[in-house]
């Protein structure tokens, strides 16, 4: 028996329960698995007549049923022939069974109902009660597109009522707030069938997405050499740097007189040839090269989503050579820079994972328990938690992944430091130490956005559209409450657009009203209305996109407040 924790064991008692339920209600469908996933479950089936979303409600009512009876969920080995006879008339089971090496297998009971399983589950059946249908999908058997075709049936559960209700209001909030309905409603990005999962973004779009590339750059300072490589090369670079072999099916190519060349899906190799060009001493050590990369990766058309999943998109990438001793100083450096960058953006949960060597690897036991050990006394240099996931490197060293935390509590993958001794290796990178003798660098990916436009997605979810003042598109609009008001209006403006603030004029000739409600509909952050009283006093009232005013504010203190609100 396999053991889990408590909300593990009870979701997969939940899975067992939808196809019990199932198999009560529609006694000819075929179960194939249904395993637990990161808020709940699925199961996957295959019906007689298809299931349809009105049907959830029922099967929900049928597992509620169900649970009352107060069944205790037991298991037993079996030998394989016995199960091979329980299941004659269900080939996914059959082909389980078969693969499973052992010369027994589980089957858990509940009531009449049993089912092919390793175990992790409540005691009985009657603690499942906190969950909720979700979806039905389409889905293959063991995930191969040329096999069976089945329908998928996922649900949420949880321990307490609480817990489920707070999921369920995340799920609306997700709904509300989607990226892809909030670029539309803002004019930031869209998408067009003529270039399926690449975005097109808008002049207010571009500007967000230019304002995050700028910040990165302050951050950076002049301690990283900005370079900009070819977006096509020929393909014995990628022979070289392995892509070529491993990551083939995910490449673009084109023909060039008769030749071959990829359109780049990662930024490094070019990187690493802009070090080769010449030999380097270890006084040159760090060298940090930085680059804004666009960068394509093919992906099925059913996996693309707005922001989150595209095939073109712009890594912020650093390439920093270094010498083995050196890697835990800017490891420091890193953790320095990636809590700026998130904390500007309203990201101040970051969680953090040290992944250590694979079986399969490169490069020696020393090298290996030097990066491993200067990853983790970086972060504890830092104070930070972290847990390790050993075995989690990659073929070519460790790394430290970042996962931020957003509003609505799901967790965001996004930076990620690693620790590369495969790359200086295969291009044959060297430098010249101090006693005069070759020797390889180190080499340190770095992506902080990881990808520009899913960190813009993210982000826009994160804040509700919402954006921080210092990168929102449009960070004041002006609204007067009659023509009367134009001529200070403009004064305004003025004001604000000298110093750099992004600021426009509603010169419509709608009610003061009707100007407000589009701005927030728009999500300007403040709100500059002017009346009379503002035009005689030669002051501003200050609306912010929550409601609350601000009256009697003088011209040169906004200007000031809106100079500060948008520094870095």
Same mark, same amino acid.
Not at 243 to 257: A, L, Q
């Given at each position: 028996?396999?053991?889990?924790?408590?909300?593990?064991?009870?979701?997969?008692?939940?899975?067992?329960? !939808?196809?019990?339920?199932?198999?009560?209600?529609?006694?000819?469908?075929?179960?194939?698995?249904?395993?637990?996933?990161?808020?709940?479950?699925?199961?996957?089936?295959?019906?007689?007549?298809?299931?349809?979303?009105?049907? +959830?409600?029922?099967?929900?009512?049928?597992?509620?049923?169900?649970?009352?009876?107060?069944?205790?969920?037991?298991?037993?080995?079996?030998?394989?022939?016995?199960?091979?006879?329980?299941?004659?008339?269900?080939?996914?089971?059959?082909?389980?069974?078969?693969?499973?090496?052992?010369?027994?297998?589980?089957?858990?009971?509940?009531?009449?109902?049993?089912? +092919?399983?390793?175990?992790?589950?409540?005691?009985?059946?009657?603690?499942?009660?906190?969950?909720?249908?979700?979806? !039905?999908?389409?889905?293959?058997?063991?995930?191969?597109?040329?096999?069976?075709?089945?329908?998928?049936?996922?649900?949420?559960?949880?321990?307490?009522?609480?817990?489920?209700?707070?999921?369920?209001?995340?799920?609306?909030?997700?709904?509300?707030?989607?990226?892809?309905?909030?670029?539309?409603?803002?004019?930031?990005?869209?998408?067009?069938?003529?270039?399926?999962?690449?975005?097109?973004?808008?002049?207010?779009?571009?500007?967000?997405?230019?304002?995050?590339?700028?910040?990165?750059?302050?951050?950076?300072?002049?301690?990283?050499?900005?370079?900009?490589?070819?977006?096509?090369?020929?393909?014995?670079?990628?022979?070289?740097?392995?892509?070529?072999?491993?990551?083939?099916?995910?490449?673009?190519?084109?023909?060039?007189?008769?030749?071959?060349?990829?359109?780049?899906?990662?930024?490094?190799?070019?990187?690493?040839?802009?070090?080769?060009?010449?030999?380097?001493?270890?006084?040159?050590?760090?060298?940090?090269?930085?680059?804004?990369?666009?960068?394509?990766?093919?992906?099925?058309?059913?996996?693309?989503?707005?922001?989150?999943?595209?095939?073109?998109?712009?890594?912020?990438?650093?390439?920093?050579?270094?010498? !083995?001793?050196?890697?835990?100083?800017?490891?420091?450096?890193?953790?320095?820079?990636?809590?700026?960058?998130?904390?500007?953006?309203?990201?101040?949960?970051?969680?953090?994972?040290?992944?250590?060597?694979?079986?399969?690897?490169?490069?020696?036991?020393?090298?290996?328990?030097?990066?491993?050990?200067?990853?983790?006394?970086?972060?504890?240099?830092?104070?930070?938690?972290?847990?390790?996931?050993?075995?989690?490197?990659?073929?070519?060293?460790?790394?430290?992944?970042?996962?931020?935390?957003?509003?609505?509590?799901?967790?965001?993958?996004?930076?990620?430091?690693?620790?590369?001794?495969?790359?200086?290796?295969?291009?044959?990178?060297?430098?010249?130490?101090?006693?005069?003798?070759?020797?390889?660098?180190?080499?340190?990916?770095?992506?902080?956005?990881?990808?520009?436009?899913?960190?813009?997605?993210?982000?826009?979810?994160?804040?509700?559209?919402?954006?921080?003042?210092?990168?929102?598109?449009?960070?004041?609009?002006?609204?007067? !409450?009659?023509?009367?008001?134009?001529?200070?209006?403009?004064?305004?403006?003025?004001? +604000?657009?000298?110093?750099?603030?992004?600021?426009?004029?509603?010169?419509?000739?709608?009610?003061?009203?009707?100007?407000?409600?589009?701005?927030?509909?728009?999500?300007?952050?403040?709100?500059?209305?002017?009346?009379?009283?503002?035009?005689?006093?030669?002051?501003?009232?200050?609306?912010?996109?929550?409601?609350?005013?601000?009256?009697?504010?003088?011209?040169?203190?906004?200007?000031?407040?809106?100079?500060?609100?948008?520094?870095?």
């Amino acid at each position: 028996m396999e053991k889990h924790d408590h909300l593990h064991n009870l979701r997969h008692s939940a899975a067992h329960l !939808i196809a019990h339920a199932v198999m009560e209600l529609y006694p000819d469908t075929l179960l194939t698995i249904g395993p637990v996933t990161e808020t709940g479950f699925f199961y996957d089936f295959l019906p007689t007549k298809n299931f349809k979303e009105e049907d +959830l409600p029922l099967i929900e009512a049928r597992m509620h049923e169900i649970a009352k009876r107060g069944y205790f969920i037991t298991g037993r080995q079996v030998p394989k022939d016995e199960a091979r006879e329980l299941y004659v008339h269900n080939k996914f089971k059959r082909e389980l069974i078969d693969q499973i090496p052992d010369e027994t297998v589980g089957i858990y009971t509940q009531g009449d109902f049993f089912d +092919l399983c390793r175990g992790g589950h409540v005691d009985e059946v009657g603690a499942v009660r906190y969950f909720k249908l979700m979806s !039905i999908s389409g889905s293959y058997w063991r995930a191969d597109r040329s096999g069976q075709a089945l329908q998928r049936i996922a649900g949420v559960c949880f321990a307490t009522q609480k817990d489920l209700d707070a999921h369920l209001k995340m799920l609306e909030d997700v709904q509300a707030y989607d990226h892809r309905r909030l670029g539309k409603q803002l004019d930031l990005f869209s998408f067009h069938e003529v270039a399926p999962g690449i975005p097109f973004f808008h002049h207010k779009g571009l500007l967000v997405y230019n304002k995050m590339i700028d910040f990165l750059r302050h951050l950076r300072g002049n301690t990283y050499q900005e370079i900009k490589t070819p977006l096509i090369m020929h393909e014995s670079l990628w022979h070289t740097s392995g892509h070529y072999d491993n990551y083939r099916e995910n490449m673009y190519f084109t023909s060039v007189e008769e030749a071959t060349f990829c359109v780049k899906p990662m930024n490094c190799p070019g990187s690493i040839l802009h070090y080769a060009e010449k030999p380097h001493s270890y006084r040159e050590l760090p060298m940090r090269l930085a680059e804004f990369g666009n960068v394509h990766r093919f992906e099925l058309s059913g996996t693309l989503h707005g922001l989150f999943r595209v095939r073109a998109f712009t890594q912020d990438d650093a390439h920093i050579y270094c010498t !083995i001793n050196q890697i835990e100083q800017e490891i420091l450096r890193l953790m320095d820079l990636v809590g700026k960058l998130y904390g500007k953006f309203g990201f101040t949960e970051v969680r953090r994972f040290v992944s250590t060597r694979p079986e399969k690897s490169m490069g020696s036991d020393e090298a290996w328990e030097t990066a491993i050990s200067a990853l983790k006394n970086a972060l504890d240099n830092k104070g930070f938690s972290y847990e390790v996931d050993e075995g989690g490197g990659a073929f070519y060293g460790p790394k430290i992944d970042m996962k931020i935390v957003d509003a609505m509590g799901r967790e965001w993958q996004c930076g990620t430091i690693q620790v590369d001794f495969t790359q200086p290796e295969n291009f044959k990178l060297e430098y010249v130490d101090s006693d005069q003798s070759r020797k390889r660098p180190v080499m340190i990916h770095v992506a902080l956005y990881g990808s520009i436009e899913r960190f813009f997605g993210i982000l826009l979810e994160h804040t509700k559209g919402i954006l921080p003042f210092w990168i929102t598109p449009i960070q004041v609009r002006v609204l007067t !409450i009659t023509d009367a008001q134009k001529e200070y209006a403009h004064t305004v403006v003025e004001a +604000l657009r000298v110093v750099g603030i992004r600021v426009e004029f509603d010169e419509s000739g709608d009610q003061i009203s009707a100007k407000i409600r589009r701005a927030q509909v728009e999500k300007i952050p403040w709100m500059l209305v002017i009346g009379q009283k503002e035009v005689d006093q030669q002051t501003v009232t200050l609306r912010h996109s929550d409601g609350k005013q601000e009256f009697g504010l003088v011209l040169a203190d906004i200007v000031a407040r809106a100079q500060e609100a948008s520094a870095y």
